[in-house]
């Protein structure tokens, strides 16, 4: 799809005026949008509300899933590594850096940085995000495996898949908890209506994370400081959890966190701990990491 938006649609939303010109639904044109297929004037477009303007030229790729983008080694982002042998690296993400290409984010990525070290990463796994097998959001930061050989990723793929690899995180939320401990047992999936948000959905995938109360702050407002334990590892789950049951993360926009009795430049969630099996010696592993500066400072300000 190759289409100059006329006087007459101006104004119209993207998802909208793609679903017309292509004749796809709705829906289908909103998961065009958010997996980054669609184009406004030569550039990826991920809101599908965005409202359009005569003359703009829209483009969309009607053939095929998610435009590929392999990432190129990129020297300039620096990557804090905490542990690397032959085929295990583990590295200590901060805030604002996006993990691998996507919609909207073609350069500066931790993958980008990795490769520049570690070139023979280019070989493993996914080729679009070389040697990731999980995630963080660009909000969070914290510990994250990462596979150096192919072996290493099978292995680190399946030891996720079966709840192997202990994922320890710190959470920062809103109010006092009824219970120091408890376990959110919810299916997570897509937003119907925002396609980049997650919800607690009964068609969603199984979600599980548990959570122990570390300290409940009054003063200058109600906030308690959570260890979180994934069991399963669905896109932004510990978010979604913890708003689901009203204890949204502090900072976090997306979710209802963000407010100004307490404002935080960003999501007060960090990945503290990693403790697995090496994927190739079976070796015992646990890694941590301290809280960064700025979810310190938070702290700082409680009582």
């Not at 993958?111 to 097998?133: H, K, N, S």
């Not at 660009?138 to 192997?164: F, I, N």
């Not at 919810?186 to 995938?205: C, E, F, L, Y």
Request: hydrophobic share 45%.
């Amino acid at each position: 799809m190759d289409e100059v938006v006329p006087e007459v649609l101006a104004g119209d939303r993207l998802d909208r005026f793609v679903a017309m010109v292509t004749g796809v639904s709705r829906a289908e044109a909103a998961d065009w949008v958010a997996q980054g297929r669609v184009q406004v004037d030569g550039r990826v477009v991920d809101t599908r509300a965005r409202r359009l303007q005569a003359g703009q030229r829209v483009q969309a790729d009607v053939t095929a899933g998610p435009p590929e983008v392999v990432p190129e080694a990129d020297p300039g982002v620096a990557v804090e590594v905490v542990h690397a042998d032959p085929d295990l690296i583990v590295v200590d993400k901060p805030a604002g850096l996006v993990v691998h290409p996507g919609a909207g984010n073609t350069h500066g990525t931790l993958v980008q940085g990795l490769l520049a070290r570690f070139p023979e990463l280019a070989g493993v796994g996914d080729p679009q995000r070389p040697g990731i097998v999980h995630r963080l959001d660009k909000g969070t930061s914290g510990l994250l495996l990462v596979a150096r050989s192919p072996v290493a990723y099978a292995a680190l793929v399946a030891q996720l898949a079966e709840h192997q690899v202990a994922r320890g995180y710190q959470a920062l939320v809103w109010g006092e908890l009824d219970n120091d401990r408890g376990l959110v047992d919810a299916p997570i999936g897509r937003s119907a209506r925002t396609r980049t948000r997650m919800t607690v959905s009964s068609q969603g995938k199984d979600a599980r994370t548990r959570y122990e109360v570390l300290a409940t702050f009054r003063d200058p407002v109600v906030v308690s400081r959570l260890a979180c334990r994934l069991e399963t590892g669905r896109t932004h789950q510990i978010r979604v959890h913890l708003s689901a049951i009203d204890h949204p993360v502090v900072g976090d926009a997306r979710y209802g966190g963000a407010r100004s009795s307490l404002p935080v430049s960003r999501p007060w969630l960090h990945a503290a701990s990693l403790e697995l099996a090496h994927p190739v010696t079976g070796e015992w592993l646990a890694f941590a990491s301290a809280l960064p500066g700025e979810l310190t400072a938070v702290l700082d300000q409680l009582s």
